[in-house]
């Protein structure tokens, strides 16, 4: 083999190794780091309306956190809400629409320590949460 066939395969292979280097930590960081950060909510708006606010909080508690950035129709935002807890307990969401409507979800079942994220996805007829929070 010639030293450039060589060379050319030499790159692609570091290429290709860096590549799933960081698809690797970038996997890392969605599934298990995220378990060890501050609670943090996704929110994907794919209803017809934009979301005027959103108020995260403990369920059977005081501490609740109020947001009033509009997410427009199509956007995604992330929100590391200011939540405190003793003890255990559960997270809800509740946002209003641009026409009113309130509506309220859980979106973490049990929490020690408000660590982790959940994903909620809004359309127009449904809520779907995916919850990773310890």
């Not at 606010?53 to 403990?58: L, Y």
């Amino acid at each position: 083999m010639n030293r450039k066939k060589r060379a050319i395969i030499l790159l692609v292979s570091t290429f290709s190794l860096v590549s799933i280097g960081f698809l690797g930590v970038k996997w890392l960081q969605d599934n298990i780091f995220c378990q060890f950060q501050s609670f943090s909510v996704t929110i994907n708006n794919k209803s017809d309306f934009d979301i005027v606010s959103v108020e995260t909080g403990i369920i059977k508690d005081t501490s609740k956190d109020i947001r009033t950035t509009k997410i427009k129709s199509g956007e995604t935002m992330k929100i590391k809400p200011a939540l405190t807890l003793t003890g255990e307990g559960a997270i809800y969401i509740k946002y209003i629409d641009s026409r009113g409507d309130a509506k309220e979800k859980t979106i973490c079942g049990y929490t020690e320590s408000l660590l982790g994220n959940s994903r909620v996805t809004i359309s127009n007829d449904k809520v779907s949460v995916e919850e990773r929070c310890t």
